[in-house]
């Protein structure tokens, strides 16, 4: 099982990106797919998670309003729209799937975890 994710890049603050994460080897639409993120220096972070068909969506306080996560099932394949970009959303991103049925806002909520892209907001 393999998660790519793609789509990072360096942008001015107040930009946006998409980011993509397409996994391989096995279908998660019945699954919570996520978002975390890794600053320099700082532990991984919970960004945003979905559950799986016909499922709600999840969000850390800091990107409220400015983040959107999506899924397209049929592509096996998460997006997270990232809006009013700032300096402080910097940080490789990683996408995650979780087939164990924990809290989906922890990293230990997650059994499949991608090899991150990176996404740096200039001032």
């Known amino acids: 099982v393999q998660l790519q994710a793609s789509g990072g890049g360096l942008v001015q603050s107040g930009d946006s990106l998409r980011l993509s994460c397409t996994a391989s080897?096995?279908?998660?639409?019945?699954?919570?797919m996520g978002w975390f993120r890794q600053a320099p220096g700082k532990d991984r972070e919970f960004v945003a998670s979905?559950?799986?068909?016909?499922?709600?969506?999840y969000y850390a306080d800091s990107v409220k309003g400015r983040f959107a996560i999506s899924r397209d099932n049929a592509k096996n394949t998460v997006y997270l729209q990232m809006n009013s970009l700032k300096p402080e959303d910097t940080a490789v991103y990683y996408c995650?799937?979780?087939?164990?049925?924990?809290?989906?806002?922890?990293?230990?909520?997650?059994?499949?975890w991608g090899q991150g892209t990176q996404v740096t907001v200039s001032s």
């Open positions: 995650a799937a979780s087939t164990v049925y924990l809290d989906t806002r922890r990293v230990s909520g997650y059994n499949y």
């Open positions: 080897g096995r279908t998660f639409s019945m699954y919570p």
């Open positions: 979905m559950r799986g068909s016909g499922g709600g969506t």
